[in-house]
């Protein structure tokens, strides 16, 4: 019987921690969302001084909750965003806009999909 309460205990502690997980994550991807919003609107009008700021402070924004993500998240993941966040500084630091754009969305697109990976879902489990 004593089994049963620790197994008990245990999966419950496991299902807070995965909702945990996802709460922190969607916190997180929904701040860095805005400001990719915001970086695709000085891309657009060429404001490259602001989109360099918007970089830096999606940059800091990875780099101080990154330790704790790669708790959560398949580290392939984590490199499939830093890559393509790499490769975009470079873009907006040469004011390349259809490569930046380009770029953008595959932050974007790797955010959303790290997300969805995570979220529990009938998929996700089988």
Request: negative net charge; contains cysteine.
């Amino acid at each position: 019987m004593k089994n049963v309460y620790i197994s008990l205990i245990l999966f419950i502690c496991m299902i807070f921690s995965i909702i945990f997980s996802i709460n922190y994550l969607d916190k997180i991807y929904t701040n860095i969302g805005k400001l990719t919003i915001d970086l695709e609107q000085s891309i657009d009008k060429e404001n490259w001084n602001s989109a360099d700021k918007l970089v830096k402070e999606i940059s800091n924004e990875i780099e101080t909750n990154s330790s704790k993500i790669s708790i959560f998240v398949n580290h392939m993941e984590i490199d499939n965003i830093n890559n393509e966040f790499s490769k975009l500084t470079q873009y907006i630091k040469y004011h390349n806009k259809e490569e930046a754009m380009a770029s953008l969305y595959a932050v974007r697109f790797f955010f959303e999909h790290t997300l969805k990976l995570e979220k529990i879902n009938i998929e996700n489990i089988f």
